[in-house]
Each structure stands twice: as C-alpha cells, then as structure tokens.
C-alpha cells in the first residue's frame, strides 16, 4: 500500500511539471520580448502578439483535441501533446523571421491544449474520490510554479543561451517530461469519442454554463490589470521597476500559496465555500486597487490579495465540473481550460486598450464588475449535498 501511494505521489508531481512546462512555454516570450524584438527589428510591444496567438490557439484547440482525440488513452495523449510542444518550440528557436516564429506558437498552442486538460483529468483518475481536490490542486501547482518562475526564468536564461537558446531549454524539459509520463505515470483510458451531441449535452447540463461564465470572468478580471502590470502600478501607485519586480514576485508567491490553500479547503469544506472564498476576497482584493492611497507597498499588498484569492478559483472549480458531469470529465476540463485562456485574452485585451484611454485610477471598475457578476453567475450553479461532493474516481 505504501509503495502504492509513492507511486501515485510521483505520478502526480510528473503530470505537475508537464503543466509547468505548458505554463512555462505561454509565458517565457513575455521574459524574451526584448531580444525577440531586437533581433527580428520590430517594436517590443509588438511580440504580445505572441502570447495572444497562444492563448487564443489554446481556447479553440482544447475543444477541438477533445473531439479528435478525446477517446485516446491519457498517456498517448500526453505523449502527442508534449511532442507538438516540443516540435514547436524547436521550430520557434529555428524561426528565421517574426511570422515564422508566430506560426510556431500556433504548434505550440496545440500542443499545450492536448496536455493541460488532460493532466487535471488523469490526476483526478488515479486516486479516490475523497483525495481528488488535493490530486487538481498537486497538477495545478505546476502552471501555478510557472507563473511565477516562468517569465523570470526565461529572464535570467535570455541573457545566457539568447532566446533561441531559452525555447531549446524548454524543448529539452518537454521532452524529459514526457519521458517521466512514460516511466511513472499509471496507463489511464481515455473517455467516449466526443461528437457535437456530447458538447450539446455537456453545455445543457445543469450549472455547466454559468459555471463556465464563472471561470470567463474570474480569470479575465485580475488580468486586465496583470496584463498591463508595469504601467498600472506605475501609474497607479508610483512603482518604480524595483518595487515592479517585487510586486510581480510577491503576485506569483501568492498565487502558489493561494493554490496550495484551495487543495487544503477544498478537501475539507468542498468546492462551493471555497469558489464563495475565492470570488469573495478577490472583489475585496480590487476594492483595494480603487481605495488604497498610492504608495508601491499598496501596490504590494493590493496585488498579492488579488492573486492569492485569484489562484483559489481553479481546483475547487475543476472539482465541481467533475462533479457536474462525472462521466465526460475530459470533456468538462477542456471546456474549462479553454474557456481560462479566452479568458486571458479578453482580460488582458480590455487592460491594453482602456489603460491608455481612460488611466490607471478607474481602470479597476471593470475587474470588479466581472467579479460582482461572477458571483451572481457562480450562485447560479447548483450547490451538492455533502454526499455528493466529489465524484467517482472510477474510469470514464
């Protein structure tokens, strides 16, 4: 039994670095943006279109991958999505000009679609119902690492290896992660093919829609402050580039702990109290970027609220869409995955163009109105009874 729980233990934390290294690969251009821009000779702002183009890839490719390739064993698809990850990442490194390089994050998309879903879902496979949020909040914890080491990472790697150089090193970790998948990771079976019926009934099954709104909005409103992060806090509360740096290490921080406790609070009061938490002291946490007079350390304390409540959302969020919809799993954390990453775009998309226009100070309306209506969609969702909790664990 011991070597049982070892085993499962290092399975867990394998499907954990392979959803750091999707998380890293999204986010490494941001730390690369300077090089990338000098050496194809265009402005620096422009390279965002590189982690758009990813994100928007991902939402529709994560919908797509079910459909396709839904019923493959989970291994398998792992195995395809990091090959595609690696691919692209070798291609990107190659990329003689920006569109190639852009092109290649399409690779890079698809194969990162056909991996996150399917990690949080294997997880959720592989131990007893009642160890499920642990096991989402475990895999989690990788994207969570990533963004935080993610865009440093590639920071401090960028000036040593270039950044062809740094997509290399992340070729080199994809590859490693999809040897330990194959080594350590228990065979799985994948679930029913999913054809436009199962999307139809997914989509109508009770609570699935405003629980998805939920994530739509959840995610996208820290983002439209997070993805203009240096010129908000500059503009809104005075920081210089140090007190930026520490505020961005004091966000991701933040966020692992938040992760951390949302595993914790999950496995002991269930998802509902703990999605009530996290919305709840994340419209409290944008509260604080209206109202907290304009000092770096504001920005601080303000940021690392925003991101500790903000990264409590997704293990008891994937925990109820399990529940919602226990035979079709895959297909539920794909809707979700997708759905995070359109949520992204629309965020940070909406932080990009008002900052300019309307500034820094009320730019923090828009975040808390997502999140007042967040709460409204999420008391939308029916609440289980205690008994229901957590679905099986059984195969799909």
């Known amino acids: 039994m011991q070597r049982s729980v070892v085993e499962m233990r290092a399975a867990l934390l394998v499907l954990a670095l392979a959803y750091f290294v999707v998380g890293t690969s999204a986010l490494a251009v941001v730390g690369l943006s300077l090089p990338i821009s000098q050496t194809f000779h265009i402005p620096p702002d422009r390279t965002g279109l590189l982690v758009t183009a990813f994100a928007l890839t991902f939402a529709a490719s994560a919908l797509l991958a079910q459909s396709f390739f839904g019923h493959w064993p989970r291994k398998l698809l792992l195995h395809t999505g990091l090959g595609l990850l690696t691919v692209g990442l070798i291609a990107g490194a190659l ?236 297909l539920m954390l794909a809707l979700n995955a997708s759905v995070v990453y359109l949520g992204i775009s629309v965020g940070s998309g909406f932080g990009s163009t008002l900052l300019p226009q309307i500034g820094a100070q009320p730019l923090a309306w828009l975040p808390l109105a997502m999140l007042l209506i967040a709460l409204v969609a999420n008391a939308a969702v029916p609440v289980p009874s205690a008994s229901t909790a957590f679905p099986s664990a059984s195969r799909e």
Do not use: C, D, K
């Open 95 to 330: 990329a003689p000009t920006f569109t190639a390089l852009l092109l290649s994050r399409l690779m890079v998309a698809i194969g990162a679609a056909m991996i996150g879903p399917v990690v949080s879902a294997t997880a959720s496979q592989l131990v007893a119902p009642h160890h499920q949020a642990q096991a989402l909040a475990t895999v989690f914890a990788g994207f969570s690492v990533s963004s935080v080491l993610g865009v440093p990472l590639a920071s401090v790697l960028g000036p040593t290896l270039g950044w062809r150089g740094t997509l290399l090193a992340l070729a080199v970790m994809a590859a490693v992660s999809a040897m330990l998948i194959h080594r350590l990771v228990p065979h799985v079976l994948g679930g029913s093919r999913v054809t436009l019926t199962l999307y139809r009934r997914a989509l109508t099954t009770s609570g699935v829609r405003p629980a998805l709104l939920t994530t739509l909005l959840q995610i996208g409103a820290p983002m439209v402050v997070y993805g203009v992060a240096a010129s908000y806090l500059a503009q809104r509360f005075g920081s210089t580039p140090p007190w930026i740096s520490v505020t961005l290490l004091g966000f991701g921080l933040a966020g692992i702990t938040g992760n951390t406790l949302a595993g914790l609070l999950t496995t002991r009061y269930g998802f509902t109290p703990t999605l009530i938490t996290s919305l709840s002291g994340g419209t409290l946490a944008v509260l604080a970027l209206l109202l907290l007079p304009e000092t770096p350390l504001n920005g601080v304390v303000a940021f690392a609220a925003l991101s500790l409540f903000a990264q409590m959302f997704q293990t008891p969020q994937q925990a109820r869409l399990i529940h919602l919809n226990p035979t079709e799993r895959g």
